[in-house]
């Protein structure tokens, strides 16, 4: 069975707050979980004591049972010192594409051509 730390969303329409939950992959995002570790609500301000809650404690053991978190429980996770953040780089995605090359090519060799 794989193990996820994910939320699991509740709430009224444009009115989130998630759940932290201990799930099986394969059930719903908002369906039957295994345990409830913590909330998250990010409706609340950045600096709102109640904006996050976590049971840090639980989310080691889980974690040391080979439960995975996802992007966002993750980064929770990493800001609270459980884990190492995730470091993302993606340098080929950052590089212009083909045409834009092409242009930037003509355009500098258009300016290094002497003018008359």
């Keep these: 069975m794989a193990l996820r730390i994910r939320l699991a969303r509740g709430g009224t329409k444009k009115r989130p707050h998630y ?5 099986d992959s394969h059930s719903p995002r908002d369906g039957r979980f295994i345990e409830k570790i913590g909330y998250y609500n990010p409706i609340l301000p950045r600096d709102h004591a109640d904006r996050l809650k976590l049971d840090l404690d639980k989310a080691k053991a889980w974690i040391a049972k080979g ?9 929770f996770l990493s800001d609270a010192g459980v884990v190492k953040p995730l470091t993302r780089n993606s340098p080929e995605k950052a590089k212009p594409k083909k045409k834009a090359q092409e242009r930037a090519a003509a355009a500098s060799s ?3 051509a002497p003018q008359s």
Excluded: E, G, K, T
Excluded at 67 to 75: E, K, P, Q, T, W
């Design 19 to 23: 759940a932290i939950v201990i799930a």
């Design 110 to 112: 258009a300016a290094a």
């Design 67 to 75: 439960a995975v978190a996802s992007d966002r429980v993750h980064r």
